[in-house]
């Protein structure tokens, strides 16, 4: 399977918002599910800040970086704001292609450090963010109360600079 990681464009909208229906569940989000016909792309996620992976010429993911708090001192810290791969793609490379890309590209535009939460119970994307040089930060324990159990919201991050 050839997989290729691009910037995303307008049009990838429709494949874009039916890989987050389809990937979207209680051990993956704290956030309900998202609404039928609700928009990928909006006020707090355009194309530039997502990228795409394609699988033999097939969006098959997506990862979204973004700014957590908008304070100038702040400015040196972005965060990966979502991260999914189509059902039928997992399990070939797709989330740490994407995840290394998503990286790389912070690392090049001066980025000091990237951050991300991840449900504790999460352990394929926690292995993924491992396996891209994420380290555990913090554990919010209970954060979430999600189906009835107290689920730990867990804190990472890398410096893609220092290469730790
Ligand atoms: C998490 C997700 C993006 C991973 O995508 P993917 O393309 O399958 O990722 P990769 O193939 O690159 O790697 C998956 C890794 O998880 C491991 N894995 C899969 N299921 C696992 C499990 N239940 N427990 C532990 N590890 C698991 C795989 O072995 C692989 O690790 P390896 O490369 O060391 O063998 C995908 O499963 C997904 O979209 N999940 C739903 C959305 C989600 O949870 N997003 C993250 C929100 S923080």
Redesign the pocket.
Known sequence: MQIEVRTARADDEVALARIDRL?W?S???PAPPPPPGAPFFGDRVGPGAVLVAEADGVVA?YVAVGNSLPVPAHRHVREIR????DPD?????????LVTAAVDREARAGTVKVT????GP????R??YE?CGFEVEGVLRGEFRIDGHLVDDVLMATFPGSRR
Request: charged share 10%.
């Open positions: 990937t569940s051990g993956g989000s993911g979502g991260l999914a791969v793609h997992v399990g070939h490379g797709i989330g740490r292609a991300l939460r991840v449900l999460n352990a394929a994307a292995r993924v396996a």
